[in-house]
């Protein structure tokens, strides 16, 4: 069935990268997403790859996809403080196109001054 | 300003007062989805439309109904509120046309039932 699966914590000191892993079971999944939730909010799409890209950079984001692992990683470098939040990974396995997106547990990150 | 707005933020009740949750997009999206947020268990789809008129159940839609006579609200109903239900609710919108369904979220609703 469809799953995705994160690790539930990762915590890193200020300035040090992170990368946070996430693997997924649908292999027709079109687009792969990463989203931020900081406390108290809602979910902010950070960033997301097409399926048929290896890699997308953007800014402290780096993106990194293994289609034949079914593998995916969110490295942010420099961390700071204000990355402390709770980062999760989604999948669109949809091929009906009805929109539905599955979501990891969350992983969330603490970053240390 | 682009955003999907949902209604209460907070909001406490007792067992078996009906509810209804607000949510209102801006986007001219034409998919919107409700989720619950608990934890360990991540987010879980409890009902999802296509467009106006058209409805259908999610992974865990017990307890709950929505409608969507306008495109841009889908209200979430708890008919008999029960403590089970008492969770972290997000409404998003997306517009799927290209196959890119990244969702625009709201802010969430914390709902305590008593």
């Known amino acids: 069935g469809e799953d995705v699966e994160q690790s539930l914590f990762l915590s890193v000191r200020e300035g040090d990268s992170s990368v946070i892993n996430c693997t997924y079971t649908?292999?027709?999944?079109?687009?792969l997403y990463w989203y931020k939730q900081e406390p108290g909010a809602g979910l902010q799409l950070l960033t997301y790859i097409f399926s048929n890209m290896d890699m997308k950079q953007d800014q402290r984001l780096t993106v990194l996809l293994n289609k034949k692992d079914k593998h995916l990683s969110l490295r942010i470098a420099d961390t700071q403080t204000g990355d402390s939040a709770i980062y999760f990974c989604?999948?669109?396995?949809?091929?009906?196109?009805?929109?539905?997106?599955?979501f990891g547990q969350g992983t969330t990150l603490q970053v240390k001054p | 300003e682009a955003q999907v707005t949902q209604n209460p933020r907070y909001l406490i009740t007792v067992t078996g007062k009906k509810l209804t949750v607000t949510c209102s997009q801006n986007?001219?999206?034409?998919?919107m989805s409700w989720y619950r947020q608990d934890p360990g268990l991540g987010l879980r789809q409890i009902y999802y439309?296509?467009?106006?008129?058209?409805?259908d159940k999610g992974d865990v839609p017990e307890g709950y109904k929505v409608s969507r006579k306008e495109k841009r609200n889908f209200p979430l109903i708890l008919e008999s509120p029960s403590p089970n239900q008492t969770s972290l609710y997000f409404c998003?919108?997306?517009?799927?046309?290209?196959?890119?369904?990244?969702?625009?979220f709201g802010s969430g609703t914390r709902l305590t039932v008593v």
């Open positions: 998003a919108s997306s517009s799927p046309g290209t196959g890119n369904y990244g969702y625009t």
């Open positions: 649908d292999s027709s999944s079109t687009y």
């Open positions: 986007m001219n999206h034409e998919y």
């Open positions: 439309s296509m467009n106006v008129e058209v409805t």
């Open positions: 989604a999948e669109s396995p949809d091929s009906s196109n009805t929109g539905k997106l599955i």
